[in-house]
């Protein structure tokens, strides 16, 4: 399909155990995003690739999380040592591009997200 | 104070009505401005996007901004049952990050 593409859908995990959540974005989009939506509230901001470069990683809530997009398409959200406070839905969104000019905050575009358990 | 809030209802109105959504923002250097409806286990979706003062429509949907007043608003006319979601105010600044607010549940009762 021609839309952004998460994997897995769903993760069981053991508290202490690391786990990879992969995003393949909308081809030719620029920007890719991570948010972590808890239950009831609206997403929040983890990490932003501009093709292979990460440039914002404020959102990273410990040094247990770790962003990479090596080639400038897929992207691999990665949870060492994972604790219960890491349960959340992982959304992945991409766009055209963020910026001044033609690229100015052009619309982003979600995936399903992967929703991670940790048990 | 959080950055952008919504109320986050329920809203609830009858169908065939207009069903009004608020959202507010504090970074008065916030560029562009957007809503999305996430039904239930899903993701969101975006509905519209809204970058200068004034109104914009698109079918049944039009968005507000006033940025003197920092708030965004989301009209829906001739509201749907397939209407009932939390719809979601997102705003970004020069960063290209979104930051929402905790979402507005919306119900249209047949």
């Known amino acids: 399909g021609a839309g952004v593409s998460q994997s897995p859908r769903y993760k069981v995990a053991k508290r202490g155990q690391d786990v990879a959540l992969r995003c393949d974005p909308i081809?030719?989009?620029?920007?890719l995003f991570w948010y972590q939506q808890a239950l009831g509230q609206g997403p929040e901001f983890l990490t932003y690739?501009?093709?292979?470069?990460?440039?914002?990683k404020s959102g990273l809530p410990s040094d247990r999380f770790f962003a990479e997009r090596p080639e400038g398409s897929v992207s691999t959200l990665k949870i060492q040592r994972t604790q219960q406070e890491d349960s959340a839905v992982y959304l992945c969104?991409?766009?055209?591009?963020?910026?001044?000019?033609?690229?100015?905050?052009?619309?982003?575009?979600f995936g399903d997200g992967t929703r991670l358990s940790i048990l | 104070q959080k950055e952008v809030e919504q109320n986050s209802g329920p809203l609830s109105v009858p169908e065939g009505a207009i069903a009004s959504l608020n959202c507010t923002y504090s970074?008065?250097?916030?560029?562009?401005f957007f809503w999305y409806r996430q039904y239930s286990g899903k993701s969101p979706e975006l509905i519209m996007s809204?970058?200068?003062?004034g109104d914009k429509e698109d079918g049944r949907f039009t968005a507000q901004l006033n940025k003197a007043s920092q708030y965004v608003s989301l009209l829906i006319r001739d509201s749907q049952p397939s209407d009932s979601a939390t719809y979601l105010c997102a705003v970004t600044g020069n960063t290209g990050k979104l930051i929402f607010g905790q979402g507005t549940t919306l119900q249209v009762k047949p």
């Open positions: 081809s030719g989009h620029v920007s």
């Open positions: 970074d008065r250097g916030s560029q562009s």
């Open positions: 969104a991409s766009s055209l591009g963020v910026g001044a000019g033609s690229y100015s905050n052009q619309p982003q575009h």
């Open positions: 809204i970058y200068s003062n």
């Open positions: 690739f501009q093709n292979e470069a990460q440039l914002d």
